[in-house]
Nanobody, 122 residues
Protein backbone atom coordinates (compact mmCIF):
# COMPACT_ATOMS: atom_id res chain seq x y z
CA UNK A 1 0.00 0.00 0.00
CA UNK A 2 2.74 2.44 0.98
CA UNK A 3 6.36 1.81 0.07
CA UNK A 4 9.30 3.71 1.53
CA UNK A 5 12.69 3.97 -0.14
CA UNK A 6 15.57 5.19 1.99
CA UNK A 7 18.93 6.42 0.78
CA UNK A 8 21.95 8.39 1.92
CA UNK A 9 23.62 6.29 4.59
CA UNK A 10 27.31 5.48 4.59
CA UNK A 11 30.64 5.85 6.35
CA UNK A 12 31.81 9.27 7.52
CA UNK A 13 34.45 10.59 9.86
CA UNK A 14 33.52 12.22 13.15
CA UNK A 15 32.54 15.83 12.59
CA UNK A 16 31.27 15.10 9.10
CA UNK A 17 27.79 15.28 7.61
CA UNK A 18 25.32 13.01 5.88
CA UNK A 19 21.85 13.54 4.45
CA UNK A 20 19.27 10.77 4.55
CA UNK A 21 16.23 10.68 2.29
CA UNK A 22 13.04 8.65 2.48
CA UNK A 23 10.53 8.73 -0.37
CA UNK A 24 7.02 7.37 0.06
CA UNK A 25 5.04 5.96 -2.83
CA UNK A 26 1.76 4.12 -3.34
CA UNK A 27 -1.91 4.96 -3.06
CA UNK A 28 -1.39 7.90 -0.72
CA UNK A 29 -4.10 10.43 0.00
CA UNK A 30 -2.02 12.43 2.47
CA UNK A 31 0.83 11.99 4.93
CA UNK A 32 0.60 13.00 8.56
CA UNK A 33 3.72 12.59 10.70
CA UNK A 34 7.07 11.56 9.23
CA UNK A 35 9.75 10.35 11.65
CA UNK A 36 13.32 9.14 11.78
CA UNK A 37 14.39 6.41 14.20
CA UNK A 38 17.69 4.70 14.77
CA UNK A 39 18.73 1.39 16.27
CA UNK A 40 21.96 -0.16 17.46
CA UNK A 41 22.46 -3.88 18.19
CA UNK A 42 20.83 -4.98 21.43
CA UNK A 43 18.94 -1.73 21.90
CA UNK A 44 15.40 -0.60 21.21
CA UNK A 45 14.64 1.53 18.19
CA UNK A 46 14.91 5.18 19.25
CA UNK A 47 12.83 8.07 17.90
CA UNK A 48 15.20 10.90 17.06
CA UNK A 49 13.25 13.36 14.91
CA UNK A 50 9.67 13.98 13.85
CA UNK A 51 7.92 16.43 11.55
CA UNK A 52 4.19 17.05 11.28
CA UNK A 53 2.25 17.74 8.11
CA UNK A 54 2.38 21.41 9.00
CA UNK A 55 6.14 21.42 9.45
CA UNK A 56 6.42 21.38 13.25
CA UNK A 57 9.51 19.49 14.36
CA UNK A 58 10.70 17.69 17.47
CA UNK A 59 14.09 16.19 18.26
CA UNK A 60 15.62 13.86 20.78
CA UNK A 61 18.07 15.60 23.09
CA UNK A 62 20.88 13.45 21.69
CA UNK A 63 20.59 15.03 18.22
CA UNK A 64 19.12 18.46 18.94
CA UNK A 65 21.18 21.22 17.36
CA UNK A 66 23.02 18.81 15.04
CA UNK A 67 20.27 17.09 13.03
CA UNK A 68 17.53 18.75 10.99
CA UNK A 69 14.40 17.03 9.71
CA UNK A 70 12.57 18.49 6.73
CA UNK A 71 9.93 17.28 4.28
CA UNK A 72 8.85 17.94 0.73
CA UNK A 73 5.12 17.32 0.61
CA UNK A 74 5.01 17.51 -3.18
CA UNK A 75 7.47 14.61 -3.36
CA UNK A 76 6.20 12.72 -0.28
CA UNK A 77 9.78 12.75 0.94
CA UNK A 78 11.37 13.32 4.32
CA UNK A 79 15.01 14.23 4.86
CA UNK A 80 17.40 14.08 7.78
CA UNK A 81 20.41 16.37 7.58
CA UNK A 82 23.00 15.15 10.05
CA UNK A 83 25.88 17.46 10.94
CA UNK A 84 28.69 17.24 13.48
CA UNK A 85 28.36 13.49 13.50
CA UNK A 86 29.77 11.54 16.43
CA UNK A 87 30.78 7.87 16.71
CA UNK A 88 27.78 7.33 19.00
CA UNK A 89 25.51 8.26 16.07
CA UNK A 90 26.51 4.98 14.42
CA UNK A 91 23.29 3.00 13.90
CA UNK A 92 20.79 1.78 11.37
CA UNK A 93 18.44 4.63 10.58
CA UNK A 94 14.78 4.01 9.72
CA UNK A 95 12.11 6.34 8.45
CA UNK A 96 8.51 5.95 9.56
CA UNK A 97 5.53 7.45 7.80
CA UNK A 98 1.91 7.62 8.86
CA UNK A 99 -0.03 7.97 5.63
CA UNK A 100 -3.73 8.07 4.89
CA UNK A 101 -4.99 5.99 2.00
CA UNK A 102 -8.33 7.83 2.11
CA UNK A 103 -9.51 11.03 3.88
CA UNK A 104 -10.58 9.24 7.08
CA UNK A 105 -8.04 9.04 9.89
CA UNK A 106 -9.14 5.44 10.30
CA UNK A 107 -7.50 4.72 6.93
CA UNK A 108 -4.02 5.55 8.24
CA UNK A 109 -1.22 3.06 7.68
CA UNK A 110 2.08 3.04 9.52
CA UNK A 111 5.00 2.18 7.24
CA UNK A 112 8.72 1.64 7.80
CA UNK A 113 11.69 2.06 5.53
CA UNK A 114 14.18 -0.76 5.04
CA UNK A 115 16.85 0.97 7.11
CA UNK A 116 20.14 2.52 6.09
CA UNK A 117 23.45 2.07 7.91
CA UNK A 118 25.27 5.14 9.17
CA UNK A 119 28.77 4.55 10.49
CA UNK A 120 30.80 7.35 12.07
CA UNK A 121 34.48 6.66 12.58
CA UNK A 122 36.55 8.38 15.25
Amino acid sequence: QVQLAESGGGLVQAGGSLRLSCAASGSIFSIDVMDWYRQTPGKQRELIAAISSGGSTNYADSVKGRFTITRDNAKNTVYLQMNSLKPEDTAVYYCNVKARLRPSIFDTVDSWGQGTQVTVSS
